[in-house]
C-alpha cells in the first residue's frame, strides 16, 4: 500500500517562478522516508501541496489511494503536518490547540479528550496543559505542533524540518518520539537540514534540486555508493612533511592533524600499518563528514554542473 | 467526517475568544452607547420633541442598537480571521478537512452572536432611558440576524484581502461608520432636502435601520420588504463570493 503517490507535480507560482518540473514520488506505507534538497530546491512547495496549503499547477497527489482532488476530505483525513514554523494560536493553551485540532477533524469530545492526553504525555507535555502557549519554550513548541500533528491519529506524518533551531539534547528526544511513532505504524516523510538525522532516522530518500526528484532509494543502497570515507587523524608527534601513501587523499590540517580520504578498497588497516611503518602514531581518528552529506553534496553538485552546461 | 462537530469547535473558539477579551468587545458598546443616550436622547432629544410620532428618545434607540450590531459583527470577524491568517494558525484549518463552508459558517457565526449579544447589551442600557414595546418581534429578530450575517460576511471578505493591520480598520473608519451615522441612526430622512433624502435611499445601512425600528417602535422611513430583500440579498452574494475566495485560496494559499 502507498501512503504517498505523486504523479507529474508542477508548481508554477504567480511571480512565473518554477518551483517543480514535474515529479514522481512513492512513499510506502510504515516507512521512514526522507525528503532532502537545498533551500529553494521544491521540498517546501511538495509539502505544500500534498497537505493542501499551495494549489498545485498540474499533476496528481494520492493520500493511502485517495486522490487529494477528488476524495479531498479522506485523502485530508489521513495526513498530520508538523509545519517548519510555529503557527499555532499563541494565546491558546496547549490542551485547547490539541482539543481544537481534533474538533476540525470531527473527533468527538470524548475521544478527542483521551486522544489529547495520551499525545500530550507521548511528547512529555502533560504537565504543561493548562500553560499558555507563548510561555513555552521553542523545544516545546515544536513538541506541541507534533503532538498537534498526531491528536487525529493520522496514518502520514509530514515533519518539516521539526528539530531546526532546537538544541541537541531535545533533537535526540525528538528522534526517539519519532521514532516512537513510526513504530507504532504511522508512516513518517521528514524533511531537515540536518543529515545526520536523516541518516539516523530514514530507511528510504529523495533528494530534489531545482524543482525535480535526482535521486530517489534505500539509504543503504545510497549510502554504499560513497566508495570513500573521509576521516581526521590526531597524530602523537608533529610531522615535518604530509606522508604521501598510494591510493590515499592526505592533507596536512596542522602539525598534528591529517585529513585522509580512505577509498572503500583500501581500508583503514593498510593505512594504519603504511603510517606505522613512516613512524606515524595515530592517537585518535574520527569522521570528517557525515557520509550523507557527503553524497547529497554530490548529487547537488553533479545536478549543478549539468545544468551549467 | 462529522462536520457539526467541526463548526461547533470553530464557533466555540470563536465566541471563546471575544469573551476573553471582553473589556474589550463587550464593555466599549456600553459605555459609548450609554453616552449617545444621555447626551443626544436625553439632553438634547428633549427639545427635539417626536419624530414620526415616537419621542426623540425612542427614536434613536433601534438606531444605536443595530449600529452596535453592525459595528461590532464587522469588527469580530474581520479581526479575528485577519489575526488568523497573520499568526498562520489558518494552517489548521486549510490542512484538516473542514470544508470551505464550514470555515465561513463557523467564522460568520461568531460575528453574528457577538454582534447580537452586544446589540442585547445596548438594548438593556437603552432601559434606563427609554421604555419601548417592542412593536413585532419577527421583524426585529430577522432582521438583526441578517444585518448581523450581511457585515460579518463583509468582515470576512476584508480579513481574507487585507495584508496589514492598517487594512482592517480602513473600511470601518471610513466606509461603515460614515455609512451608519448617514443611515438615520440620529435623524428621519424626511428631515432632509430632497436631493439628500433620493442620495440617502441608496444606502443600504438605511433601510436596515429603518426595518428594525419597525419592529421596535412601528416607525420607518421605507418599505420595510424592500429591506428585507436587500439585505437577504447582499447575504447570498456575500456567502458566495466568500466561499468563491476561499475555494481559490486567496490571501490564504500559494
Same mark, same amino acid.
Given at each position: 500500500m502507498k501512503a504517498l503517490s505523486i504523479r507529474n507535480l508542477k508548481k508554477i507560482?504567480?511571480?512565473?517562478?518554477?518551483?517543480?518540473?514535474?515529479?514522481?514520488?512513492?512513499?510506502?506505507?510504515?516507512?521512514?522516508?526522507?525528503?532532502?534538497?537545498?533551500?529553494?530546491?521544491?521540498?517546501?512547495?511538495?509539502?505544500?501541496?500534498?497537505?493542501?496549503?499551495?494549489n498545485a499547477t498540474s499533476g496528481s497527489v494520492s493520500i493511502f489511494g485517495h486522490d487529494l482532488r477528488h476524495d479531498r476530505a479522506r485523502a485530508k483525513s489521513c495526513i498530520g503536518l508538523v509545519p517548519q514554523e510555529v503557527n499555532f494560536n499563541q494565546f491558546e493553551t496547549v490542551k485547547n490547540i490539541l482539543l481544537n485540532q481534533a474538533g476540525y477533524y470531527g473527533t468527538p469530545r470524548k475521544i478527542a479528550l483521551q486522544r489529547t492526553e495520551q499525545c500530550l504525555k507521548q511528547m512529555d507535555l502533560w504537565d504543561k496543559r493548562d500553560m499558555v502557549s507563548r510561555r513555552l519554550s521553542g523545544g516545546m513548541k515544536r513538541r506541541v505542533m507534533i503532538a498537534r500533528a498526531l491528536v487525529h491519529a493520522p496514518k502520514l506524518l509530514i515533519l518539516d524540518e521539526p528539530t531546526a533551531g532546537v538544541d541537541i539534547e531535545i533533537r535526540r528526544s525528538m528522534w526517539k518520539m519519532m521514532q516512537e511513532v513510526n513504530r507504532q505504524g504511522t508512516t513518517i516523510i521528514l524533511t531537515t537540514h540536518y543529515l545526520e538525522e536523516a541518516e539516523s532516522l530514514c530507511r528510504n530518500i529523495a533528494i530534489i534540486n531545482h524543482g525535480l526528484i535526482v535521486e530517489n532509494s534505500d539509504m543503504a543502497s545510497l549510502l554504499a555508493r560513497l566508495n570513500i570515507d573521509y576521516f581526521v587523524l590526531d597524530l602523537a608527534e608533529p610531522i615535518d612533511a604530509v606522508p604521501v601513501i598510494e591510493g590515499y587523499q592526505i592533507e596536512r590540517v596542522s602539525d598534528k592533524v591529517l585529513n585522509v580520504g580512505v577509498p572503500k578498497e583500501y581500508g583503514l588497516n593498510t593505512l594504519f600499518k603504511l603510517l606505522t611503518e613512516r613512524n606515524i602514531k595515530v592517537i585518535s581518528l574520527k569522521n570528517r563528514t557525515n557520509r550523507l552529506e557527503q553524497l547529497f553534496m554530490d548529487l547537488i553538485d553533479q545536478e549543478s554542473d549539468e545544468s551549467l552546461q | 467526517m462529522n462536520h457539526a462537530i467541526a463548526l461547533r469547535t470553530i464557533v466555540k473558539k470563536e465566541v471563546q475568544r471575544f469573551i476573553r477579551i471582553w473589556p474589550q468587545t463587550l464593555l466599549p458598546?456600553?459605555?459609548?452607547?450609554? /453616552?449617545? #443616550?444621555?447626551? #443626544?436622547?436625553? /439632553?438634547?432629544?428633549?427639545?427635539?420633541?417626536?419624530?414620526?410620532?415616537?419621542?426623540?428618545?425612542?427614536?434613536?434607540?433601534?438606531?444605536?442598537?443595530?449600529?452596535?450590531?453592525?459595528?461590532?459583527?464587522?469588527?469580530?470577524?474581520?479581526?479575528? #480571521?485577519?489575526?488568523?491568517?497573520?499568526?498562520?494558525?489558518?494552517?489548521?484549518?486549510?490542512?484538516?478537512?473542514?470544508?470551505?463552508?464550514?470555515?465561513?459558517?463557523?467564522y460568520v457565526s461568531g460575528g453574528i452572536i457577538r454582534g447580537l449579544l452586544v446589540g442585547l447589551v445596548v438594548a438593556l442600557i437603552s432601559r434606563v432611558f427609554a421604555d419601548i414595546a417592542i412593536n413585532n418581534i419577527a421583524v426585529t429578530l430577522s432582521i438583526a440576524v441578517l444585518t448581523a450575517t450581511v457585515f460579518s460576511l463583509a468582515g470576512f471578505i476584508n480579513a481574507v484581502f487585507a495584508d496589514s493591520f492598517d487594512d482592517i480598520s480602513i473600511i470601518p473608519n471610513f466606509i461603515l461608520t460614515p455609512l451608519s451615522y448617514l443611515g438615520g441612526v440620529f435623524y428621519s430622512v424626511d428631515m432632509l432636502p430632497d436631493v439628500w433624502q433620493t442620495v440617502s435611499l441608496g444606502n443600504p445601512i438605511l433601510y436596515m435601520i429603518n426595518a428594525f425600528r419597525y419592529g421596535l417602535i412601528g416607525v420607518t422611513d421605507v418599505d420595510v420588504t424592500i429591506a428585507f430583500v436587500m439585505t437577504g440579498g447582499f447575504s447570498i452574494v456575500l456567502i458566495l463570493f466568500s466561499l468563491f475566495l476561499l475555494h481559490k485560496g486567496v490571501g490564504i494559499k500559494n
Open positions: 507560482y504567480n511571480n512565473g517562478f518554477v518551483a517543480l518540473k514535474g515529479i514522481d514520488l512513492d512513499v510506502e506505507a510504515g516507512d521512514f522516508f526522507a525528503l532532502l534538497g537545498p533551500n529553494g530546491a521544491g521540498k517546501s512547495t511538495t509539502i505544500g501541496i500534498i497537505s493542501s496549503l499551495v | 458598546p456600553a459605555i459609548t452607547t450609554a /453616552l449617545y #443616550f444621555l447626551i #443626544f436622547g436625553k /439632553l438634547i432629544g428633549d427639545r427635539i420633541g417626536t419624530v414620526g410620532g415616537a419621542s426623540y428618545m425612542d427614536y434613536i434607540v433601534p438606531g444605536v442598537i443595530l449600529m452596535s450590531v453592525i459595528s461590532h459583527s464587522y469588527a469580530n470577524v474581520v479581526s479575528s #480571521f485577519y489575526s488568523t491568517k497573520f499568526q498562520r494558525n489558518i494552517e489548521e484549518l486549510l490542512v484538516s478537512p473542514v470544508p470551505n463552508w464550514v470555515i465561513l459558517s463557523g
